[in-house]
């Protein structure tokens, strides 16, 4: 009787995760149906956000109630979103595999330890501790020094001309979105580089080769799936972070980037922005418009997470 109940409360427990997050995709969907039948596909690719004219009467189009002039396209939220994760992408992988590297292979125990639980620890700071850290250090030093610097030496690189701005923007996101994910990154692959067989390293080294070229020619090949898959979970993770993207973006509206200085907003930054002033709309569609973009994240981070685990899967099945 006892084994029956502790079944029953293991299976409960286990089902609970899987059965809350469908049940935020059902109530997100129900909750944002009617926002969905007015703004349709074009949703996606329009880009004109604007709440229409909350001091007229609503008007009724395409079966709902809506503000004189409402539109609804997040064009600009998908762009900033994509950008600001993948640039970010770009700025923590090389700097989480080199400390991984040096941190399991260059460090003794006694030293690696204590530098790789205070690397992990960066995973645990809240985001708006970051945020505040990039609004206070980052934006005013990138704006004031680095920035004009970069757009007037790197003019001719693509996306790195035009006006430096005043440190708000894509490439201060990036940044801050990248200490965020490296120590995700750095711990996996750390355990993964730890995993490899020291005659491998020491083989290398045999032949002449350095410390980064074993890096380069047989650690990553090893570990080439491990890296995709942690990638893809740290990619995950900067599509869905808010409260340091909205201290450090620049809060854009209906505007796309065109350099890397320029302010931009993600969905998730953007729903936090905007809910005061969607919660005036007497409709209701501005929120529910809201609650639209918090699914297609919501169905975006989880794909983006499957995808992730199943590599990460494959890649423990096959060592």
């Known amino acids: 009787m006892k084994l029956s109940f502790f079944r029953f409360g293991l299976v409960g427990t286990a089902s609970f995760l899987p059965l809350s997050l469908i049940a935020l995709v059902v109530f997100l969907t129900l909750y944002s149906w009617p926002a969905i039948q007015y703004n349709g596909l074009e949703f996606f690719w329009q880009n004109n956000w604007d709440l229409g004219n909350l001091y007229g009467n609503p008007v009724e189009i395409r079966g709902q109630q809506v503000m004189p002039g409402a539109s609804f396209g997040i064009w600009f939220l998908v762009v900033g979103t994509l950008a600001s994760a993948f640039l970010a992408l770009i700025f923590a992988l090389p700097i989480a595999v080199a400390t991984a590297y040096f941190l399991a292979e260059m460090l003794p125990k006694w030293l690696s330890g204590p530098l790789a639980l205070l690397v992990d620890l960066l995973a645990a700071i809240p985001s708006v501790v970051f945020g505040l850290w990039g609004y206070a250090l980052l934006i005013p030093f990138l704006g004031q020094s680095v920035f004009p610097w970069l757009a007037s030496h790197l003019s001719f690189v693509p996306f790195f001309g035009g006006s430096p701005g005043s440190g708000y923007g894509l490439f201060t996101t990036a940044i801050v979105l990248a200490f965020m994910v490296i120590p995700l990154i750095s711990a996996t692959m750390r355990e993964g580089i730890s995993a490899i067989e020291p005659a491998l390293k020491e083989a290398g080294l045999g032949m002449g080769l350095n410390r980064l070229e074993v890096l380069w020619h047989i650690i990553l090949p090893k570990l080439k799936t491990t890296l995709v898959?942690?990638?893809?979970?740290?990619?995950?993770?900067?599509?869905?972070?808010?409260?340091?993207?909205?201290?450090?973006?620049?809060?854009?509206?209906?505007?796309?980037?065109?350099?890397?200085?320029?302010?931009?907003?993600?969905?998730?930054?953007f729903i936090v922005s905007q809910l005061e002033s969607a919660l005036q709309d007497p409709t209701n569609m501005a929120v529910e418009a809201l609650a639209e973009i918090a699914l297609v994240l919501l169905i975006l981070t989880v794909i983006v997470n499957i995808i992730a685990r199943l590599i990460l899967w494959g890649a423990k099945v096959r060592t």
């Open 229 to 269: 898959g942690v990638s893809i979970l740290a990619l995950g993770r900067a599509l869905g972070e808010t409260m340091a993207v909205v201290m450090v973006s620049g809060n854009a509206l209906n505007y796309l980037p065109n350099n890397i200085y320029t302010p931009i907003s993600t969905m998730a930054a």
